[in-house]
Every structure is written in structure tokens, then in C-alpha cells.
């Protein structure tokens, strides 16, 4: 039998990482939305144990998810919705002319 890889981190290099964001923006994760004139906002009770976070990686599976959480600790994202908001993401393709962050960019692909 193959020896069972290690598990990797949620992070940038992650091949699952825009699918990771994509479920944190969503409604089971920060439900990230538009608002009239304030712009951006997030539903997050700003626990430093980021219980969205480590509910969406348990359900994805085959992450290792103590040391996703020092990586993010490590870049001062302390709670759900600083993860959303940081916006780490593989650089984009092209730039466009708005400001369209990465993931508006991603979900408003068909
Ligand atoms: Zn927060």
C-alpha cells in the first residue's frame, strides 16, 4: 500500500484554495455581501477559533487544518472574516479597469 501523503494547509498553494474561499464568501461561510453605500460586509462573530473556517475544512476533508490555522494566525487573520476580507488569492489573470476583488472576479464565472 502507498503511503498516505501528508495533509496540506489551506493556503495559497492549496490546488483546492479558490474553492476554499469561494464557500467562506458563501452563506454557510461569511455570506460576504454588497451594501448600499458601505460596501463589502461579512457575518462573523470575530472568534479567534474561525469555527466558519473550520467547519468549511472539515467538510472539504483531507486538509490539516491546526496548521491552516497558524498560517492564518501567522498573517494576523485572527477571526472568518479577516481570512475573507485578506483576499489571499493566486494572482489574477488581468487586472480589470473596477475594483472587483478576486472572488467576484471567480463567482461571477458561469
Ligand atoms: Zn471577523
Not at 14 to 31: D, Q, S, T
Not at 33 to 45: A, E, F, L, N, P
Not at 62 to 70: K, L, N, Q
Amino acid at each position: 500500500m502507498k503511503k498516505k501523503s501528508a495533509l496540506l494547509a489551506m493556503t495559497t498553494d492549496h490546488p483546492e484554495w479558490g474553492k476554499f474561499m469561494a464557500r467562506l464568501h458563501g452563506p454557510r461561510g461569511c455570506n460576504a455581501r454588497q451594501k448600499k453605500g458601505v460596501g463589502t460586509i461579512y457575518t462573523c462573530g470575530h472568534e479567534s477559533d474561525r469555527p466558519r473556517i473550520r467547519a468549511i475544512l472539515q467538510e472539504m476533508g483531507d486538509v490539516d487544518i491546526p496548521h491552516t490555522m497558524g498560517c492564518f494566525t501567522k498573517r494576523g487573520l485572527m477571526c472568518d472574516c479577516a481570512v475573507a476580507r485578506s483576499g489571499i488569492a493566486p494572482a489574477p489573470k488581468r487586472v480589470l479597469p473596477e475594483q472587483r476583488s478576486w472572488w467576484e472576479i471567480m463567482m461571477s464565472r458561469p
